[in-house]
């Protein structure tokens, strides 16, 4: 980690560290691992989905392919209690842990996010578009659904986790007429692999895709969204695999950056990779990390 360089932000109140984030996912379904993410550099980590009702069953698989990876993962197996006193534990200890929540209907997430948000959790994460849920469609109106009812119930910051697709952004607006603080751009999007000797498709059928194929459709969204005056916090996410890619994100208007696939390989060992590569790029040009935020939309206003 290099020394004297200021890669600390302010997203949605919470005093980070870094802006790298590390997202939801089984990685971050376990105390452990959450605690050890942490302390290797990431600003914040986002548990896996808590769900009201886990799933009891299933087959949970990851497959690699040569731009990322395909998963059919849903929501965390560990119950409300287990993840409540998780989250109990991190505000006594002053970490920075956002949960990541969903449940069958705005009702039920309203329920939870209340729970949720009684141990000291600092923010949540609404995981509502899931795409590997079965019967899964996504609209304007389920999002705001969705998000009025945990506004309703909670005071602390709401990000909603959206994926980008050509109606990402009337989804963006309910979720901010519903009362989120902050949008995540972007969720997994549907992804197929094939095998070319057999024909057998990877999974049984298209699945969430996430690596780095996503990134420049992500930033073409955010940047979108920012020449157009949308001003809503934004954490970015897709297909960070190095410190050069958090710069990118920062560059166009992202608040903080979500890491996660890549941390699929050598976990901690490749965040400590991004954060340092990160760290190194904003000493080398003398600067820090909420200085980069938004200077291409300078540069592409001048």
């Known amino acids: 980690m290099n020394s004297g360089v ?23 379904d376990q105390e452990r691992n959450i605690r050890r993410l942490l ?56 970490l920075s842990v956002i949960a990541s929540i969903h449940a069958d209907s705005p009702a039920e997430l309203g329920d939870l996010s209340e729970a949720v ?26 999002v705001f659904a969705y998000t009025d009812a945990v506004r309703r119930r909670v005071s602390i910051p709401i990000i909603v986790k959206l994926a980008v697709d050509g109606g990402t952004a009337a989804r963006v607006n309910a979720a901010v007429r519903a009362g989120a603080d902050a949008v995540t751009l972007s969720d997994t999007i549907p992804g197929l692999a094939v095998d070319p000797q057999t024909g057998e498709v990877a999974l049984g059928g298209a699945f969430g ?14 940047f979108s969204m920012r020449k157009r005056g949308i001003d809503v916090p934004v954490m970015a996410s897709g297909g960070v695999q190095t410190g050069t890619d958090v710069v990118e994100y920062l560059s166009i208007g992202a608040d903080v950056v979500q890491v996660y696939s890549a941390l699929h ?9 991004i954060c340092d590569g990160f760290h190194a790029w ?14 291409s939309l300078v540069k592409a206003d001048r």
């Open 265 to 273: 390989q050598n976990m901690y060992e490749t965040l400590r990779a």
């Open 282 to 295: 904003l000493a080398e040009r003398h600067t820090d990390a909420r200085q980069v935020i938004g200077r």
């Open 39 to 94: 302390e290797c550099g990431a600003g914040g980590v986002i548990t896996k989905t808590i769900h009201p009702n886990p799933p009891r069953g299933g087959n949970e698989q990851v497959v690699r392919i040569a731009t990322g990876m395909l998963n059919s993962t849903t929501y965390s197996r560990r119950s409300v209690e287990h993840w409540c006193e998780v989250l109990r534990a991190a505000d006594r200890d002053d």
């Open 117 to 142: 948000a009684a141990t000291g959790c600092r923010a949540l994460e609404l995981g509502i578009s899931c795409l590997n849920e079965e019967g899964f469609e996504d609209s304007p109106q389920r």
């Open 209 to 222: 895709y996430s690596g780095a194929g996503l990134k420049p459709i992500v930033l073409a969204e955010i």
């Open 6 to 28: 200021d890669s600390r932000v302010d997203f949605l109140g919470l005093a980070l560290s870094s802006p790298i984030i590390v997202g939801s996912g089984l990685l971050t």
